[in-house]
């Protein structure tokens, strides 16, 4: 017998997917050739062996995804300890650090102030935001075919009830992902917003774009909250990543997904310190690359947690990037309760990325990540 | 104890429904995150112990004849509890015995199969991962994901079913030589 015929039979034999006559030839002949009957038995034994893997592993998966389920919701928490036993038990440990860290303080803050007007008076920002301004020359090609391709799509939206609202060809490009399904609400910058003077555009990754407008605009933390408001998209299922509530561990390795160019772009790295330039606490510091157009990429872990968003990257070092740590995102959907005819915002997820592979997981996010454009 | 209750509880977990291993969760999950907390352990720790927990819970649910002699709360506890003893020990701040001990069932026999069906899970993981792609892929997505091959073709871009068909055999025979090479060392 042949052996890929060998395994087909041993596999069908220990699904149990064999007639009854097949069944009784099959077993006739591993009774009458021993040296096959040897073979079979292998084969055998390292099905069940496979079928008990593939089992484990389906089992495992569910359990994470129960597991990220709960701990969402609150029913398992992190938190290492909670409240003021945290708070003395640090003082304990780090007491001598801190009375070292104060005798020195003085020398460090007048070197910072030196080094800031020393740099505020060269250059005033070492730090770039990541939006593109669109080069009109380069993408002129581009937006001769999007006129097009919106002209024919005005030609049939002309039957349709309400007038289509012309889309002016956008003047930056930036990126942001959605964290309300229900209510279509997606995060980005606020530099990025700043930037949008007349209409605010979000494109999706099959390149269909969507009016927006700006519900909450923060210029100290640099977030900002948009809603679609185009009756022409379409709901998204809850999204697959989780927003953490704490910060980034140093070394946790990220992934992230943005639109430095005019198609979604992929991107890894680590968290290389807890925060941003100059210690900004709003912020963290990731070594990856990240390019004009990355402003609002999403930060995400192995996990699926998103623990933060692309804002700006160092000028004068490679690889130094700065991104806003997660937790503001939910001070910043707390301020838009706040706001009239927004009180229903609410971070909806159901985390799905745990223990499956990158490609999976790409493919599961990438929905979730949109171009911020505008005019 | 109810001896209804329990018995659906397994069979739902034999079936790995979601709604029966949310439940385990909710009934069982602060209980042992406390006796791992109490005993030098983290929240990390507990999360860890019992997902181990629940996956020799399913191993024993999944068995033929099997029957639970406790009910589903007292077998978890007690396997938590052994695990976690076991896990001190290793990393030798084995500084406080457990003190509360509530029913504790004898749990070593049960133990003992998982730690030898682990052995042979992280056997399989190992060959999976040196096979290589699309081996691992193809073979993930018909024994794991339980595509179909047809669909598995198109995915992949095999013409027809047939030939990604003896790609899948040809990939099972390397996973095979991975597997027993380990395999054998092991033992």
């Given at each position: 017998m042949d052996d890929i015929l060998l395994i087909d039979a041993a596999e069908r034999y220990v699904k149990g997917e064999m007639t009854a006559e097949e069944k009784s030839y099959f077993e006739e002949l591993r009774k009458n050739n021993p040296e096959l009957d040897q073979s079979v038995v292998e084969h055998i034994f390292f099905f069940n062996e496979l079928n008990k893997y593939t089992d484990t592993r389906n089992f495992k998966h569910n359990l994470n995804e129960t597991v990220a389920k709960l701990t969402n919701e609150g029913f398992i928490s992190k938190a290492p300890l909670k409240g003021k036993a945290k708070i003395v038990y640090m003082w304990n440990r780090s007491k001598r650090t801190i009375a070292v860290a104060a005798s020195i303080a003085g020398i460090v803050s007048i070197f910072i102030a030196s080094l800031i007007s020393m740099t505020s008076n060269k250059a005033p920002n070492t730090t770039t935001l990541l939006v593109e301004k669109l080069d009109e020359r380069l993408d002129k090609q581009v937006d001769k075919t999007r006129q097009i391709e919106r002209k024919l799509n005005t030609l049939a939206a002309a039957s349709a009830t309400t007038p289509p609202i012309e889309i002016k060809p956008s003047k930056f490009r930036a990126t942001g992902f959605l964290i309300d399904n229900t209510n279509n609400f997606i995060v980005t910058n606020a530099h990025v917003v700043r930037e949008a003077k007349n209409q605010l555009i979000v494109e999706n990754n099959k390149g269909q774009q969507f009016l927006a407008e700006a519900v909450y605009v923060n210029n100290e933390s640099d977030l900002a909250i948009l809603k679609v408001t185009d009756r022409a998209f379409k709901k998204l299922a809850p999204m697959p990543y989780s927003i953490r509530k704490t910060n980034a561990n140093l070394g946790e390795q990220i992934f992230m997904l943005g639109y430095p160019k005019s198609e979604i772009v992929y991107g890894e790295g680590y968290v290389s310190a807890k925060n941003g330039f100059r210690m900004d606490t709003i912020y963290c510091q990731l070594s990856t690359s990240a390019n004009e157009g990355n402003s609002g990429s999403p930060v995400i872990n192995k996990n699926g947690e998103l623990l933060g968003i692309i804002t700006s990257m160092e000028t004068n070092a490679a690889g130094v990037v700065f991104a806003i740590k997660s937790p503001n995102i939910y001070n910043a959907v707390e301020e838009v309760k706040k706001i009239k005819d927004y009180e229903k915002i609410k971070i909806t997820s159901a985390p799905?990325?745990?223990?499956?592979?990158r490609e999976s997981q790409i493919k599961k996010v990438q929905e979730y990540v949109f171009m911020i454009k505008g005019n | 104890m109810n001896i209804a209750a329990e018995k659906t509880l397994l069979e739902g977990l034999a079936r790995e429904d979601k709604g029966t291993i949310e439940k385990i969760y909710r009934d069982n999950y602060n209980i042992i995150q406390s006796l791992i907390l109490k005993n030098s352990g983290t929240t990390d720790d507990a999360a860890d112990i019992f997902q181990e927990a629940m996956i020799v819970l399913f191993e024993k649910s999944k068995s033929p004849g099997f029957e639970l002699s406790c009910n589903v709360k007292t077998y978890i506890y007690s396997v938590c509890r052994r695990l976690w003893l076991k896990k001190l020990q290793q990393m030798q701040r084995f500084s406080k015995q457990t003190d509360d001990m509530e029913q504790v069932m004898p749990v070593e026999e049960d133990l003992e199969m998982h730690e030898k069906r682990q052995n042979d899970f992280f056997i399989m993981e190992n060959a999976m991962m040196k096979i290589g792609e699309p081996c691992k892929s193809l073979l993930e997505a018909y024994y794991i994901q339980k595509k179909q091959m047809q669909q598995i073709a198109t995915e992949f871009g095999y013409t027809n079913a047939d030939n990604a068909k003896t790609q899948k055999y040809k990939c099972l025979v390397r996973l095979k030589k991975l597997f027993f090479a380990q395999y054998k060392n092991g033992l």
């Open positions: 799905s990325l745990k223990g499956i592979d | -």
